[in-house]
């Protein structure tokens, strides 16, 4: 009786050891955070849709026969599309229809496709009703298309604006225009144009201010700067 008291007791503490040095072990430390990830320029609202466009049809059966659909426009942001973990880029996402095998369409299907660089990314198309990429889409919070208008060019003052949620961001500065001479520079966001406020106005409409000035205009920017600009005889 002794001897097996003995040899429990042997047991029990055998049994111990690797117990208490299980618990012992540190937790695994954290996952260092990923540093953020560095955007190209922003895109022209057109290109954007070109080249997004070109990856979704390379994905059909029928690339030729597929309608598109763009009620959002893009935001820098992360998007999961595959095991392959989440990506990143200028995000969008839209509705494609198109032609099956059989030659009918098969109705408008979720897609989504990151863009940065000029150079897709990833490119994805909703493959069944189980789909998560709806949901995906619906969780980026993406701007409505109409605010994405497309770089547009203003006549006489030698330099181009684009979208931004503050009014117009200069996009382009044509070398030795009056806009170069007066310091305006690409990545600059007017807020201002002769007193009047540009945000909410999309590129389109600010463009079109910006080209029936006459004489000079008074350009306001984020940082307060004031930037006066001549109009050229000669459309620039």
Not at 214 to 230: K, P, S
């Given at each position: 009786m002794t001897f097996m008291k003995l040899s429990a007791r042997r047991w029990t503490s055998a049994c111990a050891i690797p117990l208490a040095a299980l618990i012992a072990v540190p937790a695994e430390a954290k996952k260092a955070p990923e540093p953020p990830h560095q955007y190209g320029p922003a895109p022209d609202w057109d290109r954007y849709r070109e080249l997004g466009e070109q990856a979704i049809r390379a994905k059909l059966l029928d690339p030729e026969s597929a309608r598109f659909e763009w009620p959002s426009g893009y935001k820098a942001d992360g998007l999961k599309t595959s095991l392959a973990g989440k990506r990143f880029g200028y995000v969008s996402c839209g509705y494609v229809n198109a032609r099956n095998g059989f030659g009918g369409y098969v109705g408008r299907r979720q897609f989504a496709v990151i863009i940065d660089n000029d150079s897709v990314i990833d490119a994805v198309v909703e493959q069944s009703e189980w789909s998560t990429l709806p949901d995906a889409c619906k969780r980026l919070g993406l701007p409505p298309a109409s605010t994405m208008a497309a770089t547009a060019k203003s006549s006489g003052f030698g330099f181009s604006v684009a979208a931004h949620a503050d009014g117009a961001e200069v996009a382009e500065v044509r070398p030795g225009s009056r806009a170069e001479v007066a310091g305006l520079k690409s990545g600059m966001v007017i807020i201002q144009m002769n007193g009047v406020a540009l945000q909410g106005l999309g590129a389109s409409v600010v463009s079109q201010l910006i080209g029936a000035a006459?004489?000079?205009?008074?350009?306001?920017?984020?940082?307060?700067?004031?930037?006066?600009?001549?109009k050229a005889d000669t459309p620039s």
């Open positions: 006459t004489g000079t205009v008074q350009l306001i920017l984020t940082d307060g700067r004031v930037i006066e600009i001549a």
